[in-house]
């Protein structure tokens, strides 16, 4: 009998459901007036039916930031806490985020924090997973901002895709890019309910382009 691969997600917002992930963590979906008000359209569960990969743990926290930085999520919810990677396992680990470090309104990380921050990211889940394949992936594009424009702190949409390319590409043969990033993305192509969160047929691209990057 062939054993079904398993998988776990280090994400934000956009990969939580109420119900499906710790307790203590905060959940965005479902959410009044969103689209995604089922599980069963999240990008995650679509991954787990249309595929043999079962989900194992769903560390996602809505707000957080690859980095310790920003007042409206605690420390401890930054992807490179202890706290976040701990409860991770599986033969895949798929991360998902930095957007939030990006486009928070309450103080934006600085582009040299977030680069560190991602460094130390990649870096600590190839010691902590020695046997898991790590799937890093780039934001969405989003469309509150150009992909040019820059940010509080003078980045942008694509500093922040090509710094998460760099801090993943040729680091380790257990780690692998999902440019995410890479898909264009129009305000009114139905992606992205509110700029941000995908609708319905966002979660069918992100989870198209995932299933596309790992089952081979």
């Known amino acids: 009998m062939k054993t079904s691969k398993t998988f776990s997600i280090l994400g934000d917002s956009i990969s939580t459901f109420k119900g499906y992930i710790p307790e203590n ?20 569960k679509l991954l787990e039916k249309n595929t043999e990969l079962k989900l194992s743990v769903n560390g996602s ?26 409860i991770l396992k599986g033969n ?24 560190d921050s991602y460094n ?12 898991s394949e790590l799937y890093f992936c780039t ?11 820059k940010n509080s702190k003078g980045w942008s949409q694509i500093d922040m895709a090509q710094t998460i390319r760099n801090c993943v590409l040729n680091k380790n043969e257990r780690v692998h890019l999902i440019d995410l990033f890479a ?11 509110d700029n941000l969160h995908p609708t319905c047929k966002g979660m ?12 081979k």
Not at 120 to 131: A, D, H, K, N
Not at 139 to 149: A, V
């Open 61 to 86: 926290f809505s707000g957080s930031r690859i980095s310790k930085t920003g007042v409206e999520q605690p420390h401890w919810s930054a992807f490179i806490s202890e706290e976040r990677q701990s």
């Open 204 to 215: 069918k691209v992100i989870y198209s382009i995932i299933k596309q990057s790992i089952v």
């Open 120 to 131: 130390l990211l990649v870096s600590q889940m190839i010691e902590r997973f020695p046997t």
């Open 92 to 115: 895949i680990i798929i991360v998902f985020g930095g957007t939030n470090d990006f486009g928070q309104d309450e103080d934006q990380a600085e582009l040299e924090t977030f680069t």
């Open 25 to 44: 963590f905060e959940p965005f979906f479902p959410l009044e007036d969103y689209e995604v008000n089922s599980v069963e359209m999240t990008w995650w």
């Open 183 to 193: 898909h264009n993305i129009q305000k009114d192509d139905g992606t992205l309910q």
């Open 139 to 149: 934001p969405l594009q989003r469309t509150d901002f150009g992909l040019n424009q």
